[in-house]
């Protein structure tokens, strides 16, 4: 009983809840940093793998300039949001744990 909470078409699933084992699964890299995905990039391509272009990630498509970070706020609303979930959710008295 999985219950899809985000997604695109763009990108596909990003979150899912699973309320009866209280666990979320989160499935793109929010912890990336804006240069991250580049590095990636960037080995992908000396090995000669051919990657895709990461969408919306380079300023014009251009791989040769620096990557935008557009995700920061995003990832920082929904990892303080979950932290604030588990902390509510904790007992004042951890002998009630």
């Known amino acids: 009983d999985l219950k899809v909470l985000a997604q695109s078409e763009e990108s596909g699933i990003f979150l899912i809840e699973d309320s009866e084992n209280q666990r ?12 991250t995905l580049k590095r990636e990039y960037d080995r992908d391509v000396a090995d000669g793998t051919r990657p895709h272009l990461p969408h919306n990630y380079f300023p014009d498509n251009d791989p040769a300039l620096p990557p935008r970070m557009t995700w920061r706020s995003h990832r920082t609303l929904l990892f303080s949001n979950w932290i604030n979930i588990v902390y509510q959710g904790t007992p004042y008295n951890l002998d009630e744990i």
């Open 24 to 35: 979320f699964y989160v499935l793109n890299h929010l912890e990336y940093e804006a240069d």
